[in-house]
């Protein structure tokens, strides 16, 4: 889990369970994105709520899920200059 803290120490994450963050303060928890089917049974990643894109489709959650995962990695957890 990598967790990112900005200068007024404010801690960004992708939420998992490999850390209890209620031992850095109390949590602040709000959705970055949703994986869901589409009417074809293709999957996509939205990360609209983060001010990202679409992606997919993708024949499996699970490749959805890593899509998801990789994107908000490299553009939304990563610092900011």
Not at 20 to 47: C, F, K, N, Q
Request: proline share 9%; glycine share 8%; aromatic share 6%.
């Amino acid at each position: 889990m990598t967790l990112v803290v900005d200068r007024r120490g404010l801690v960004r994450c992708v939420y998992g369970e490999a850390l209890d963050l209620a031992a850095l303060g109390r949590p602040v928890i709000t959705r970055a994105s949703r994986v869901e089917p589409d009417r074809a049974g293709r999957w996509h990643a939205d990360l609209r709520p983060v001010g990202g894109p679409v992606l997919g489709p993708f024949a499996r959650r699970s490749e959805a899920l890593a899509a998801e995962s990789a994107w908000l990695d490299a553009n939304w957890l990563a610092p900011r200059p």
